[in-house]
């Protein structure tokens, strides 16, 4: 699709934003003042329960406000509000996050010019201003699990050889290309969205983003990192910590399961559960993950009812890899 299709550059028309909110009134209704008013917008509130819908239909009552009666989970939701889009771009962005000058229009700029990837990640920043870290990921991979299994990737966090899982010695202020984004700041062509079938709605929240990086690359649309798109973010604002681990590891290992060969997996799984085991010996709040790994070692289960606005997925999208 050309630039003249899309209007000038700056034509922030061509991108719909997508907010899953989650208890999160306060917060997502900053996210939202700090967004161009020409930029369409779809929020779907996860049953929120604490006022959060309410508080966006009274201040922005001309959003696409979605109420759903249920927690969907931050994929399935975000499969929900893409499929009401109808710019030739969405962009994802948490409701814990404030952006920093015009991170829409960064991330739009980047894309006119460099259509090829199709996927395109910010930059999450503490309250500081620097990186957290969490924009971007690497591949899951048996030897990022044998470092987490084996402190590696604690004791040398920087280390891009024994952290890769945070892609550790990027320079964040320059970007370029990744192997993963994360779903907190992130444009996506709507075309490539549908074409990879969105994400996968096995994905309650967490590894969905890696998921659907690992399917792009498949075919040939690798993600990047765009450095001029900032966004503040508070990390983990609708979870406890615990919580949020024990979240993350379902998330991890739904993927294993979903993507690796039946050897490799079962030896990813070990991995990982060697990993929060001895953590659980020495670290704060590893006991309690450790105690509940009965809910994290199963994954996240199958939907129980069909996926709100389905797109057929591919067989890339499908296809696992091989050990």
Aim: charged content about 20%.
């Amino acid at each position: 699709m050309s630039t003249t299709e899309l209007g000038t550059p700056a034509d922030r028309s061509a991108v719909t934003v997508l907010l899953i909110a989650y208890r999160t009134r306060d917060l997502i209704l900053t996210c939202l003042a700090g967004l161009p008013p020409e930029c369409p917008v779809i929020v779907v509130d996860n049953a929120s329960g604490d006022g959060t819908a309410d508080a966006v239909a009274a201040a922005y009552p001309k959003i696409d406000l979605v109420r759903s009666d249920e927690n969907l989970g931050f994929a399935r939701a975000v499969n929900l509000a893409a499929a009401r889009a109808r710019t030739p771009y969405v962009m994802l962005l948490n409701p814990d996050t404030e952006p920093v000058g015009d991170p829409v229009g960064a991330l739009l700029d980047h894309a006119l010019a460099h259509p090829e990837p199709g996927i395109y990640a910010g930059r999450t920043l503490r309250r500081d201003g620097s990186d957290d870290g969490r924009s971007v990921f690497g591949l899951p991979s048996l030897w990022g699990y044998l470092c987490f299994a084996t402190g590696l990737s604690s004791v040398f966090r920087r280390s891009r050889l024994f952290n890769p899982e945070e892609v550790a010695g990027l320079d964040r202020a320059v970007g370029g290309p990744v192997p993963a984004v994360s779903g907190c700041v992130v444009l996506i062509e709507r075309a490539l969205f549908e074409q990879l079938g969105g994400f996968h709605p096995r994905f309650f929240m967490y590894s969905e983003d890696v998921d659907l990086s690992y399917r792009a690359a498949q075919l040939g649309r690798g993600p990047v990192l765009v450095a001029g798109a900032r966004v503040l973010h508070e990390n983990g604002a609708s979870s406890s910590q615990t919580g949020k681990r024990v979240m993350v590891l379902r998330g991890k290992v739904t993927y294993v399961r979903l993507r690796w060969s039946p050897v490799r997996a079962r030896l990813g799984l070990a991995l990982i559960g060697l990993g929060v085991f001895l953590r659980s010996l020495v670290g704060k709040g590893w006991a309690e993950v450790w105690g509940r790994r009965g809910e994290w070692q199963a994954g996240w289960p199958e939907p129980t009812a069909p996926a709100p606005g389905p797109v057929p997925v591919t067989a890339p999208a499908s296809a696992p890899e091989s050990a």
